[in-house]
């Protein structure tokens, strides 16, 4: 059978595993480009993982070896819906993949949300890891309070990336205005809000654990806010072990000599970010005081009790989740911020097919793309292997490349993504840095096409 020609739109970890699930087809053999927006691949293990977090980040090197393998192409700079359309695509691949991720934040919908200083924790990641989108974010941390609302693994990255010591900081590839805005920062105090209790909380041990070695950082938790130890054997292994941390720090109370503190609160709903005026900046947010009710279903609800609490801070970061946005010409549902789709198959399409937090929603780590990646490539493959393309003549690799060539003037293939790579190593090796990023499209271009 013939080589079939794939499109993956979206170079994060599923966009990956899928590519490596296609490679690895012999009947039909397969060849794969992947397609992104930006000059650089691997989405949110580079724009997302916190940098001080490199373990994370290595993930990267499976990636590298996918790419390395023959019948893949990367072409960065192509904005799929806007340089090319999917319909363009889909005249020229045997099938298109969409990995694109979540790209935008859910919305609190409250009072006072977009005021100066309250920040969508996507925009904020993306500023710290100089995603080129938010690089111009330039946040104003002057305040020395902050609350992070939200009780999930984004919002430990946020208030620890805050309140990460300055010597910790300069290690990591946080790009480099990012770590001149927290060197300069005033923030010592961060209060992190769940709106349910503790073992609701959606934090991963790992996470929650690693705050103990950071240096000068105190952890505080109300002891009255967590639940008896009689309980605990009832408690999901993951979730157990939480609860033992966050009963360790409140039992043991808060270092007074800390020069940083980090907050655990819980059983609190953002009701207002406050300002002096309409549009003032931030001066703190109203709290509702939950309790919590099992519902019918078993999921355990916040409810408001009436009671209200009002934190003085100069910023807010809303750390609620992250939402999918629509492809123009591919179906969406609005509700969930994903493709609709079954088992990886576009809903009322052919040839189309889904990946990652697009398609299931943006929950999970890194390593549930691979699973989730190999459901659709088993899909996608049946499909090429019935024969449906076998009369199909799509145009060659080379004839696509020189298409791209026309319509995207800054173009970014392997090699070009393999001197952006080098060159920021190089750079970050006299710091003893993993790299030190390139944030700008035309310095992108000069390296990718130097004069
Ligand atoms: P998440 O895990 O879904 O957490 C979202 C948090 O926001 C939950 O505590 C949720 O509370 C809360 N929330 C939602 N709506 C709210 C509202 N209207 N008011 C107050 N609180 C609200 O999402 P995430 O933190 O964005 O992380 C996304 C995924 O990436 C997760 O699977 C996460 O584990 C993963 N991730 C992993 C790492 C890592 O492994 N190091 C790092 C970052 C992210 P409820 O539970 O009550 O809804």
Redesign the pocket.
């Given at each position: 059978m013939r080589t079939h020609a794939v499109a993956i739109i979206g170079s994060g970890p599923s966009g990956f595993y899928a590519a490596g699930a296609l490679l690895d087809s012999e009947d039909p053999p397969v060849r794969v480009d992947m397609y992104d927006r930006l000059a650089t691949p691997w989405g949110l293990v580079r724009a997302?993982?916190?940098p001080d977090?490199p373990k994370?980040k290595s993930v990267s090197l499976q990636y590298e070896k996918i790419a390395a393998r023959p019948g893949f192409r990367f072409f960065g700079h192509v904005h799929v819906g806007e340089d090319v359309t999917v319909d363009e695509l889909l005249d020229r691949y045997d099938a298109v993949v969409y990995a694109v991720g979540s790209q935008t934040e859910?919305r609190?919908?409250i009072e006072g949300e977009d005021r100066p200083g309250s920040l969508a924790?996507v925009d904020f990641v993306g500023w710290y890891n100089g995603h080129p989108d938010y690089v111009g974010l330039d946040p104003d941390l002057a305040a020395e309070r902050a609350v992070v609302?939200?009780?999930?693994?984004?919002?430990?990255?946020v208030a620890r990336m805050l309140l990460l010591g300055e010597e910790d900081l300069r290690a990591t590839d946080t790009a480099d205005h990012a770590i001149e805005g927290f060197v300069a920062s005033g923030v010592r105090e961060v209060v992190v809000?769940?709106?349910?209790g503790p073992v609701?909380?959606?934090f991963?041990t790992?996470?929650l654990r690693e705050l103990d070695d950071i240096d000068g950082l105190t952890t505080v938790v109300d002891p009255a806010q967590m639940p008896p130890a009689e309980g605990d054997a009832d408690l999901v292994k993951g979730t157990r072990r939480n609860i033992e941390i966050l009963r360790g720090w409140a039992e043991r109370g808060p270092d007074p000599d800390a020069p940083r503190r980090m907050e655990f609160r819980f059983l609190r709903?953002?009701l207002r970010v406050l300002g002096d005026s309409d549009d003032g900046p931030v001066t703190g947010v109203e709290l509702a005081v939950n309790r919590l009710e099992t519902s019918e279903d078993g999921r355990v609800r916040?409810v408001d009790t009436g009671e209200r609490e009002t934190v003085d801070c100069g910023l807010v970061f809303r750390?609620?989740?992250?939402k999918g946005m629509a492809l123009p010409g591919v179906p969406f549902d609005e509700a969930s911020g994903t493709i609709p789709h079954h088992e990886g198959r576009i809903d009322g399409r052919e040839r189309e097919y889904v990946v990652g937090w697009i398609k299931r929603g943006?929950?999970?780590?890194?390593g549930?793309n691979r699973k989730d990646a190999n459901e659709t490539v088993r899909g996608l493959l049946a499909d090429l292997a019935s024969g449906s393309r076998a009369d199909a003549t799509p145009p060659s690799a080379e004839e696509i490349e020189e298409w791209l060539s026309g319509r995207c003037p800054d173009l970014v293939d392997l090699d070009g993504w393999e001197a952006i790579d080098a060159h920021e190593r190089a750079a970050g090796e006299p710091g003893g840095r993993p790299r030190v990023k390139v944030v700008d499209r035309s310095a992108f271009m000069d390296l990718v096409r130097p004069q």
């Open positions: 997302g993982v916190a977090h994370i859910r609190l919908g924790s609302i939200g009780a999930g693994n984004v919002a430990l990255d809000c769940g709106r349910r609701e909380a959606a991963t790992t996470e709903s953002p916040p750390a609620v989740g992250y943006p929950t999970g780590i890194i549930t």
